[in-house]
């Protein structure tokens, strides 16, 4: 069965400092793998996907993600951040047997000024 | 575009009484939609899915005559929380699958629902 796993339920960084979020997952075959931010009072947001290909994943707000199947891993990684960035973040697995993703529990991420 | 809106944005109800929540897909039409549930400060759960003019499928240990979907076009889904207790109080989500999208592509949200049941 897919899953996923955060282990880090908190992260706090200073403004402008870089950042990498950890995500490791469970599944079978090759995953389609997910990074979504959560705002509050706003829906979740794709911040990037991978499916096949180049390994390292560029999405949006200067975000990046790098697979890397021997570990099992998907973590997000920036190399600057900014205080609008301060939200929860979950990775997700899904496959191209059916549509559904699997959601991690989620890191909420923490900007000191 | 791909925008998914969800209303009511939040809804306060008596116990045993029902509520419907709805979900739109505002540019797009969608013959997948999900619903899912967030407890405060945990992950979404996936209740269910939605296809369009077919019988909603349910995870394991949702109960379907409780929570009654109902996709009736392209654009639409609805949830009816039926008999509502304080424990179904929580915090519902609904995504959409873009029509003719690859299996397993990304989903799009909408902004959510808080339920509170008194």
């Known amino acids: 069965a897919q899953s996923v796993t955060q282990p880090d339920i908190h992260i706090t960084v200073s403004e402008g400092a870089s950042l990498e979020l950890r995500c490791n997952y469970s599944?079978?075959?090759?995953?389609?793998l997910f990074w979504y931010v959560q705002s509050p009072g706003q829906g979740l947001q794709l911040l990037l996907k991978y499916f096949s290909g180049d390994t390292l994943v560029q999405g949006i707000k200067g975000f990046e993600a790098e697979f890397k199947r021997s570990q099992s891993s998907f973590n997000l990684r920036k190399p600057s951040v900014h205080w609008s960035d301060a939200a929860e973040y979950f990775c997700?697995?899904?496959?191209?047997?059916?549509?559904?993703?699997?959601f991690g529990k989620g890191t909420r991420l923490h900007i000191l000024p | 575009g791909a925008v998914v809106s969800q209303h009511p944005s939040w809804v306060i109800c008596k116990s045993g009484t029902s509520v419907k929540i709805e979900c739109r897909s505002l540019d797009f039409q969608a013959t997948t939609m999900f619903w899912y549930r967030q407890f405060p400060k945990q992950s979404l759960m996936l209740m269910a899915t939605s296809n369009e003019g077919s019988k909603a499928t349910y995870e394991q240990g949702v109960e379907k005559d409780k929570f009654l979907i109902n996709h009736a076009s392209l654009t639409l889904s609805t949830l009816t929380v039926t008999s509502a207790h304080p424990e179904d109080s929580s915090f519902y989500i609904c995504?959409?699958?873009?029509?003719?999208?690859?299996?397993?592509?990304?989903?799009?949200f909408g902004p959510g629902t808080r339920l509170t049941v008194l």
């Open positions: 599944y079978g075959a090759t995953p389609y």
């Open positions: 995504s959409a699958i873009l029509a003719g999208n690859r299996l397993g592509d990304e989903q799009f």
């Open positions: 997700a697995v899904g496959s191209n047997r059916d549509d559904k993703i699997i």
